[in-house]
């Protein structure tokens, strides 16, 4: 969408977010420049603290060609924009696409998160989906629970660490029709009855959920079909922790599949190299592998 093409140099792009030192998206991109050819281009990680995304807009963005865009920002990406990509009635977007040149740009923005749920979930071969819990009430959680309406969920348990705050997921699955039930944050137990467990929990929350359910893991029901967790590190993450030890207290014909964080990152990241290269088809496999030491 910006002036300059494929392989020409001197395009540079960048992530922002607060915190963003823990970042892998420089070193996915700069994968997929390596694989693609694209020579001069430069990708790399800008901190913009909380409160101060107006002041980035105004000094930094003007000089970038694209931009992926993490916490705590991404509604105020989507706010810059005067184009949006699909699924903009979330009113959340990861990646900015400039239009035009110079301080006078006026952006696009997209929402590559649900793309990369969609793609880490049919990486774990997960599919057939009719009901979900969904675990997490923020950006990514909007996201998560839109990739699994498209996915074929119909029915959701929703669990957050304040009641209040799934107003917004409870809104975006009432307008896909879905069925919505609240469940006990403090018994987590009691919400392992869906085809899917899917977290958008950061770390700390994720912690927190793991630690109850092996406290009460006598409780729990069944075990799942299919589990996915946003997160990529630690490695193994609490909810592949939880999935483990229940395969290990239950029978279980089959280990639940499992699609992962990283997974979602290398694929959310393909779209965004696509977009921000005006490529048709991002080497998302040789991105995963360079970043993960493993294949897709």
């Given at each position: 969408?910006?002036?300059?093409?494929?392989?020409?140099?001197?395009?540079?792009?960048?992530?922002?977010?607060?915190?963003?030192?823990?970042?892998?998206?420089?070193?996915?991109?700069?994968?997929?420049?390596?694989?693609?050819?694209?020579?001069?281009?430069?990708?790399?990680?800008?901190?913009?603290?909380?409160?101060?995304?107006?002041?980035?807009?105004?000094?930094?963005?003007?000089?970038?060609?694209?931009?992926?865009?993490?916490?705590?920002?991404?509604?105020?990406?989507?706010?810059?924009?005067?184009?949006?990509?699909?699924?903009?009635?979330?009113?959340?977007?990861?990646?900015?696409?400039?239009?035009?040149?110079?301080?006078?740009?006026?952006?696009?923005?997209?929402?590559?998160?649900?793309?990369?749920?969609?793609?880490?979930?049919?990486?774990?071969?997960?599919?057939?989906?009719?009901?979900?819990?969904?675990?997490?009430?923020?950006?990514?959680?909007?996201?998560?629970?839109?990739?699994?309406?498209?996915?074929?969920?119909?029915?959701?348990?929703?669990?957050?660490?304040?009641?209040?705050?799934?107003?917004?997921?409870?809104?975006?699955?009432?307008?896909?029709?879905?069925?919505?039930?609240?469940?006990?944050?403090?018994?987590?137990?009691?919400?392992?009855?869906?085809?899917?467990?899917?977290?958008?929990?950061?770390?700390?929350?994720?912690?927190?959920?793991?630690?109850?359910?092996?406290?009460?893991?006598?409780?729990?029901?069944?075990?799942?079909?299919?589990?996915?967790?946003?997160?990529?590190?630690?490695?193994?993450?609490?909810?592949?922790?939880?999935?483990?030890?229940?395969?290990?207290?239950?029978?279980?014909?089959?280990?639940?599949?499992?699609?992962?964080?990283?997974?979602?990152?290398?694929?959310?990241?393909?779209?965004?190299?696509?977009?921000?290269?005006?490529?048709?088809?991002?080497?998302?496999?040789?991105?995963?592998?360079?970043?993960?030491g493993q294949e897709l």
């Amino acid at each position: 969408m910006g002036e300059k093409q494929v392989g020409e140099s001197g395009r540079r792009f960048a992530v922002i977010g607060d915190p963003i030192a823990h970042s892998l998206s420089p070193e996915l991109h700069a994968a997929a420049y390596r694989a693609l050819g694209i020579e001069g281009a430069s990708y790399e990680r800008i901190h913009v603290p909380r409160g101060e995304f107006a002041k980035f807009v105004q000094e930094t963005l003007p000089a970038l060609d694209g931009v992926s865009v993490t916490m705590p920002h991404k509604a105020h990406a989507h706010d810059l924009a005067v184009a949006h990509g699909p699924h903009a009635e979330l009113g959340i977007a990861n990646t900015l696409i400039p239009l035009g040149s110079g301080h006078s740009r006026r952006y696009a923005a997209f929402n590559t998160d649900i793309a990369g749920i969609t793609g880490a979930l049919a990486a774990a071969g997960i599919g057939a989906l009719e009901s979900a819990t969904l675990l997490g009430s923020g950006a990514t959680a909007l996201s998560l629970a839109t990739a699994l309406c498209e996915a074929g969920c119909t029915r959701f348990t929703v669990l957050a660490r304040s009641r209040e705050k799934l107003a917004a997921l409870e809104e975006l699955l009432a307008r896909y029709g879905a069925q919505v039930h609240i469940g006990e944050w403090e018994r987590p137990e009691l919400s392992f009855h869906s085809d899917i467990v899917a977290s958008a929990l950061a770390l700390d929350g994720a912690e927190a959920f793991a630690e109850r359910v092996f406290y009460k893991m006598h409780d729990v029901a069944r075990v799942p079909s299919a589990f996915f967790d946003a997160l990529y590190f630690p490695d193994p993450t609490p909810l592949m922790r939880v999935r483990d030890a229940l395969c290990r207290e239950r029978t279980v014909h089959e280990e639940p599949a499992f699609a992962t964080g990283a997974h979602m990152l290398a694929h959310q990241a393909a779209r965004q190299v696509e977009l921000m290269c005006g490529v048709e088809h991002a080497p998302v496999e040789v991105m995963y592998e360079a970043v993960f030491g493993q294949e897709l």
